[in-house]
């Protein structure tokens, strides 16, 4: 790639820290459980193609994904092809392509059933079908009326509907302030499992109920198959699941995860800036004394939440160091006055660790008023992605 291509700033994946997570989770699951990799939202923002390569290199084979588009992206990732489930959006025509391709999806609604049916009917193959069960999310879920329906079609026509699963969404797992709502859920879901297990005489390949959060702190949940997001990125799904896990140790332990994500940049430019002043567009920030600034060039066009204005932190040559003035559309301007030498070039860490400081996605958030899943699914596609192999 020429340099005319790069963007102005990349992300590095380390192929390291992810091998570290797929041990952790592969640890937890109970004997049997089918690891599903779930890669929505641009595999978290860290790049659905550059993660399922990684990923297939750690013997990653099943993945899940919200829509058509998604699940399009896996499948053209060189290697062997991958078992693929759509958990969300499929219109008429890319229904019709999940179905000739193969691919398994959920159905959570009368129409989606009826039309399954026709399409795989129509064309000679068989749709791969994952019943979404309400439990009391209220999101998207079948009642029991077109349960009732899906089981007996699923008898009459078992070449074209392959039930593939059965499933349900648990509404916030990583906080035990749904724990009643939670056990609520899982009981119903269990009472649904019982009853369409003795009302069809197809059986499902798969019960699954369990994501990241519930995957640690709700073992029962794992049944066939668990749905596994936030954790093999790094991330415990909260706060409190982390605190949960370190609290059921019987010795002291750190983090058991490695966060795959940096995201860097380099200095534009430098300038200094008299006493008296004020930086960037408006009047929120006033240099009180003469100051050296640098001109970072990511902007909220990138990513980088205005929010950050006159909060954000960078790492520049091992400093930590503030941004200053309101974040623009393309640049941030940093203070760089306590750093001994500094050139257009340098190395910028956005995200991720220099030397002994770190910029965790955390305290990012913190700083950004984001949670760790908005912050990494808004940074865009087109951000240059680099898998590092140490």
């Not at 006159?310 to 200053?324: E, P, Q, S, Y």
Request: charged letters at 20%; glycine letters at 6%; hydrophobic letters at 40%.
């Amino acid at each position: 790639m020429s340099n005319i291509q790069h963007t102005t700033s990349f992300i590095e994946l380390s192929q390291s820290a992810l091998a570290v997570n797929l041990a952790f989770i592969r640890s937890r699951l109970t004997t049997g459980a089918t690891f599903y990799s779930v890669v929505k939202g641009n595999a978290y923002g860290h790049g659905i193609r550059e993660f399922v390569t990684m990923s297939k290199a750690c013997g990653v084979d099943h993945f899940a994904v919200f829509s058509a588009d998604e699940a399009w992206h896996v499948a053209q990732v060189p290697g062997k092809k991958p078992a693929i489930m759509i958990m969300g959006m499929l219109d008429d025509a890319q229904l019709t392509w999940a179905i000739e391709e193969g691919y398994s999806y959920f159905v959570f609604n009368r129409e989606r059933l009826e039309k399954s049916l026709a399409m795989a009917l129509r064309i000679g193959r068989p749709a791969h079908i994952h019943l979404e069960i309400e439990t009391g999310m209220n999101r998207t879920g079948l009642d029991d009326q077109t349960l009732d329906l899906a089981l007996s079609l699923l008898d009459q026509y078992p070449e074209a509907l392959k039930w593939d699963g059965i499933c349900t969404h648990l509404a916030g797992a990583e906080s035990i302030g749904n724990y009643v709502r939670i056990k609520k859920q899982h009981i119903h879901f269990q009472k649904k499992v019982k009853y369409a297990l003795q009302a069809c005489d197809q059986k499902p390949a798969a019960i699954h109920e369990a994501c990241s959060a519930a995957m640690l702190r709700y073992p029962k949940t794992h049944w066939d198959l668990v749905r596994i997001g936030i954790l093999q990125y790094g991330f415990f799904p909260s706060r409190e699941t982390f605190i949960e896990y370190v609290a059921l140790s019987k010795e002291p332990i750190e983090d058991p995860l490695r966060r795959i994500i940096s995201w860097k940049s380099r200095v534009m430019d430098t300038k200094m800036v008299p006493a008296g002043q004020f930086v960037g567009y408006g009047t929120s920030y006033l240099a009180n004394a003469a100051i050296r600034v640098a001109q970072i060039p990511v902007g909220y066009s990138h990513g980088y939440s205005r929010n950050l204005s006159n909060h954000g932190r960078v790492l520049i040559r091992g400093h930590r160091v503030n941004v200053i003035g309101m974040v623009n559309m393309n640049m941030i301007q940093v203070d760089v006055s306590e750093i001994p030498e500094i050139f257009v070039g340098d190395e910028v860490v956005l995200i991720g660790r220099q030397g002994e400081q770190e910029i965790s996605v955390s305290s990012f958030s913190e700083y950004s008023d984001q949670i760790n899943y908005e912050l990494l699914t808004r940074l865009p596609q087109a951000i240059e992605r680099r898998i590092m192999t140490q």
